[in-house]
């Protein structure tokens, strides 16, 4: 093997705040997947940098300058080997530009054979369309916590699982850890620790500090839209594990409250149940947490459970007010589940959100209308409604692959919250528009005091169905 190679990690801005002037309209999260990675360089003696341009960013007020800035004083100080790169499609305009730049510096003051990595959901749901449109050396594919270390410590690329190349291409995927406990706590101080625990999500959520929290990888459910299930088989962390890390955090930073950012914390009900035990034994009581979970995985029992540990607000994916839909999702819930959720709820008083979801393939104008239907006659909670987009790595993005187009534009739109420029139902695109506006409508009416809580789970809604995946370079 050779010498140790120097590793760099870069998460990506996100283009909406560029030019922005008021960092209080940005949503940010914790880049988790490159501090678990970071985590085990630190561990096993790899030099590396972490470099989070997010923040970075919306500090600098939309100035892209001050990133490029950043990036180019590492590289200077610091002349990595590698330089890898994690990203959502939505970002590959804004990758090619920070590839350029470092490109261009490399080539003007290093002069030093640096090697390129994509990783991230794109990568690996796309990795030879990746190495073919972009100018990387390497795609990491899946889970990249042992592989990574592994490159660090010099190994021939072509020996680990998971690189690609164009020279050999697929190397199947990236080990993974089996062990979730194993897995060395994560370094906040990696990244801007003090700017992503105070205003890591909309201003109106009701915590001064708050934290990215996951209890497990991967996800029991295959819904047709998601690509969660897609990239790693379900492991969760002990609760053990998960009440320590959690107090070490309220020890280090006085956090207040936690977001747990899987799928569903219900996948795993043992574990849920004993979690809220310690939660509520182990932990202040004035201490909060937020999660997202499953019409079919709740009852009154449990949601009084969660309420008595200090959950005070809950996501739902209700996604259709069709069961022909559901189905065609192959969601796992049915209408009248949902419609039980949204009951219990608003007899315990017990907060929560619902997300819609239309435009899905083989959804007609009058499935749009039960939705609406349903939003109407199931108003306590606060609904957002989304446009359909084939997120890369889902079920869908499969079947429909020969309507996406391989361009800046196109790979820009998908993963979006905002509305697209395409739809892939048989919808008139003008009518389709007009059913959009008027669902999104009712969500406003149906508002209630619980806006404070609207935004920030509509952006987890949109974290989780992009599959912020934890473990990809």
């Not at 970075?56 to 330089?83: M, Q």
């Not at 190397?171 to 992503?196: A, H, K, M, R, T």
Request: aromatic share 12%; with cysteine.
């Amino acid at each position: 093997m050779e010498d140790l190679r120097k590793i760099m990690l870069i998460r990506p801005w996100d283009y909406k705040d560029i030019n922005n002037k008021n960092p209080n309209t940005s949503s940010r999260t914790t880049p988790l997947n490159l501090l678990y990675l970071a985590s085990q360089l630190n561990t096993n003696g790899i030099p590396f940098r972490l470099i989070d341009l997010i923040p970075v960013l919306i500090k600098a007020k939309g100035e892209l300058n001050e990133c490029f800035s950043i990036i180019r004083n590492t590289l200077y100080d610091f002349k990595p080997d590698v330089i890898g790169i994690s990203f959502f499609t939505y970002q590959i305009p804004d990758v090619i530009h920070i590839l350029e730049f470092c490109k261009e510096e490399i080539a003007k003051k290093i002069n030093c054979n640096v090697k390129f990595i994509a990783g991230g959901v794109h990568a690996t749901a796309e990795p030879l369309l990746t190495l073919q449109t972009m100018n990387f050396d390497f795609v990491f594919v899946g889970e990249a916590e042992i592989g990574l270390v592994k490159i660090g410590k010099g190994f021939p690329y072509n020996q680990i699982k998971g690189v690609a190349s164009l020279e050999w291409g697929l190397n199947g995927v990236g080990e993974q850890i089996q062990d979730l406990d194993s897995l060395p706590p994560i370094d906040l101080e990696l990244c801007d620790s003090n700017f992503l625990l105070s205003s890591m999500v909309h201003k109106d959520f009701p915590a001064e500090k708050i934290l990215d929290v996951m209890i497990g990888r991967g996800c029991v459910y295959r819904c047709g839209f998601c690509a969660y299930h897609s990239f790693s088989n379900v492991r969760f962390h002990s609760v053990e594990y998960i009440i320590k890390y959690i107090i070490s955090m309220r020890e280090l930073y006085n956090i207040d409250a936690v977001v747990f950012i899987d799928s569903s914390i219900g996948n795993n009900r043992k574990l849920l149940v004993e979690l809220c035990k310690q939660i509520k034994n182990k932990i202040n009581s004035n201490f909060k947490w937020y999660a997202s979970i499953r019409a079919n995985q709740v009852n009154e029992e449990i949601l009084s459970i969660m309420w008595n540990a200090g959950c005070r607000c809950l996501f739902y994916g209700f996604e259709s007010g069709s069961q022909k839909v559901l189905e065609l999702m192959n969601k796992g819930c049915t209408v009248e589940q949902n419609r039980r959720a949204v009951e219990i709820h608003k007899k315990l008083e017990f907060p929560c959100v619902g997300s819609m979801m239309i435009g899905y393939p083989g959804e007609t104008e009058e499935d749009i209308k039960l939705t609406i239907k349903f939003i109407k006659e199931n108003p306590f909670p606060n609904y957002g409604v989304n446009w359909f987009v084939p997120l890369p790595g889902s079920d869908s993005y499969k079947r429909i692959h020969g309507k996406i187009e391989n361009s800046i534009d196109e790979w820009r739109s998908i993963g979006e919250i905002v509305p697209s420029k395409k739809i892939y139902t048989k919808i008139k695109l003008a009518r389709f528009k007009q059913l959009y506006l008027y669902s999104n409508s009712l969500c406003t009416v149906h508002s209630t005091n619980y806006t404070k809580f609207h935004h920030l789970l509509l952006w987890t809604r949109h974290l989780l169905l992009w599959l912020r995946y934890k473990s990809h370079i």
